[in-house]
């Protein structure tokens, strides 16, 4: 799986794993939803983007 991920959003994935689900988590940072947001920016040290390899 080559997918542009960043661990801050790692709880949006582990959620739905075990079986919890909130209005908060998005699916758009979960990384095995088919809604995954491969497209977005990933911003680090409130400036920086990050691009994946």
């Given at each position: 799986?080559?997918?542009?991920?960043m661990s801050d959003?790692?709880?949006?994935?582990?959620?739905?794993?075990?079986?919890?689900?909130?209005?908060?988590?998005?699916?758009?940072?979960?990384?095995f939803s088919p809604?995954?947001?491969?497209?977005?920016?990933?911003?680090?040290?409130?400036?920086l983007e990050y691009?994946?390899?």
């Amino acid at each position: 799986m080559h997918k542009p991920f960043m661990s801050d959003d790692l709880i949006h994935t582990l959620l739905p794993i075990v079986g919890i689900h909130t209005k908060d988590n998005l699916e758009s940072k979960d990384l095995f939803s088919p809604k995954f947001d491969t497209h977005r920016k990933r911003v680090y040290c409130g400036h920086l983007e990050y691009h994946a390899p």
